[in-house]
């Protein structure tokens, strides 16, 4: 889909009867063409120069096959948004913030541009398989993303021009100049700023509320019709200001940042953890995990319609995994480990060894005369928030404005900061089974999970 077939405006229309918070603020050689794209979170969203001509290129457009929360579209029906749309919604919103905190124009112009490009290197069906991809490359989709935007030649992605539109694209790294922006400034953005004299600008992309998670918080519990998720974004961004080089809400937006953790917390523990959408999501990490292409294709520069076409027509335990998702034939959970009884040395060693879960599973498959694959080991929540050395305080503060001082929420209120560490399930790991096994293995599977190898 290219922006040229969006429904947009003329570059001499006047602005919509409902315009962008702010305009992108950008002098763009020649004559400018402008661009709206209609969002149903945002409103028109603002394309001109840069962004307008990212838009377009491959790299960008392969995330409209993406989407946001997975599998989750198992269990809502209505959230088959895509990765670009909330990349279109990080753009608006990181102008937005930086037009409150009253940045430079080239400055902010950089740090929309990284929320537009920050989720590039995401592989399908977004951080569903971020641990399948950790295992096999040894990077994070972060990582991915900061090769990507500096031309790191990666298996997949440089033939995705070709493959999607005939013909070979620009470079990324070439058009990011093209447009005066250095392909390793902007990669720095992409990765969390810790240190240096702009905080902020860290905060703004990857803080305890950036524009990343506004948007994705917003825009989940709007497609999935999760109330508890709705948090009031316009205020935050109204009260957003940059106070001794950090992002900082004033005191009258105190409630919206404190609706903000709340609506965060509780969409991770109904949404991002229901419990079918983890069963749907260990079923494809199972099938990935397990399919002999896993090693050999660039899988993670793919699609999902690409994947699961892919794994469908496996043989084995992947096909079969792959065909009970399209058909949402899942398979039942039998059991879990409360926290308070769980093994997490045992557990978190697992977390780290996929091979050795992955053995494990089989072991336990076979003493139930099952199938390799029809049996798996949820870890997700191994590792307890007590196991950090800063599991005291959560790990990035929250800065509010009280008779003009900038403090640290968390500190200033314990009751968030112990909110903040409440764990997102009860649970240590969980055992789902094939619907054929769900007896047999219920009376055994607590006992076999707090005896791990």
């Known amino acids: 889909m290219n922006p040229a077939n969006y429904n947009v405006l003329p570059a001499n ?11 992108c603020g950008m002098a763009v050689r020649g004559a400018v063409t402008r661009k709206y794209i209609f969002d149903p979170v945002h409103g028109p969203i603002e394309l001109s120069g840069l962004s307008l001509a990212l838009v377009g290129h491959p790299l960008v457009q392969r995330l409209w096959g993406i989407r946001q929360t997975g599998l989750a579209q198992l269990v809502f029906p209505g959230a088959n948004h895509t990765r670009l749309e909330h990349s279109l919604g990080v753009l608006f919103l990181a102008r937005a913030m930086s037009e ?22 995401h592989t399908p069906y977004s951080h569903t398989l971020e641990p399948v991809l950790r295992e096999l ?3 994070s989709h972060e990582d991915m993303t900061r090769a990507l935007v500096e031309g790191e030649p990666l298996a997949g992605f ?4 070709e493959r999607l539109s005939g013909s070979p694209s620009e470079e990324l790294p070439t058009l990011l100049e093209r447009h005066g922006i250095p392909p390793r400034e902007l990669s720095r953005l992409l990765g969390p700023q810790r240190e240096g004299g702009k905080p902020y600008v860290g905060e703004m992309l990857h803080g305890a509320i950036d524009a990343d998670r506004v948007d994705y918080l917003e825009r989940d519990a709007r497609y999935t019709g999760v109330g508890p998720g709705i948090i009031d974004a316009h205020r935050l961004l109204e009260t957003a200001r940059r106070v001794d ?9 105190r409630a919206a940042v404190e609706g903000f953790l709340l609506a965060r917390s509780l969409m991770y523990s109904s949404v991002y953890y229901n419990k079918t959408v983890r069963i749907a999501e260990m079923m494809l990490q199972g099938a ?17 319609g690409d994947l699961l076409c892919r794994l469908k027509t496996s043989e084995g335990v992947p096909g079969e995994l792959a065909r009970r998702l399209e058909v949402r034939q899942l398979y039942k959970r039998v059991a879990t480990l409360d926290r308070t009884d769980a093994p997490f040395r045992e557990l978190s060693r697992l977390v780290r060894d996929p091979a050795a879960r992955r053995a494990w599973e089989e072991e336990l498959s076979s ?17 307890p928030v007590s196991a950090s050395p800063r599991s005291r305080r959560p790990p990035d ?14 500190r200033d209120d314990p009751i968030w900061a112990a909110w903040a560490l409440r764990p997102v399930v009860p649970w240590a790991a969980a055992m789902y089974v094939s619907p054929r096994l769900r007896r047999s293995a219920s009376t055994r599977a607590t006992r076999w999970l707090g005896d791990p190898p």
């Open 13 to 23: 229309a006047p602005p919509p009867a409902r315009p962008p918070l702010c305009g």
């Open 100 to 121: 409150a905190m009253e940045l430079p124009e080239r400055e902010a112009h950089a740090i929309s541009i990284a929320g537009l490009l920050h989720d590039l290197g």
């Open 137 to 139: 490359t040894g990077r």
């Open 158 to 161: 440089r033939s995705l021009g």
């Open 245 to 253: 080089g950090h992002l900082a809400f004033e005191e009258k937006g």
């Open 288 to 304: 990935v995990e397990r399919w002999p292409g896993a090693r050999s294709e660039p899988w993670y520069a793919w699609t999902d």
């Open 367 to 383: 003493r139930l005369r099952a199938r390799p694959g029809e049996l798996l080991i949820d870890l997700a929540q191994a590792l």
């Open 397 to 410: 503060p929250v800065w509010v404005l009280r008779n003009g001082q900038r403090r640290d929420l968390y």
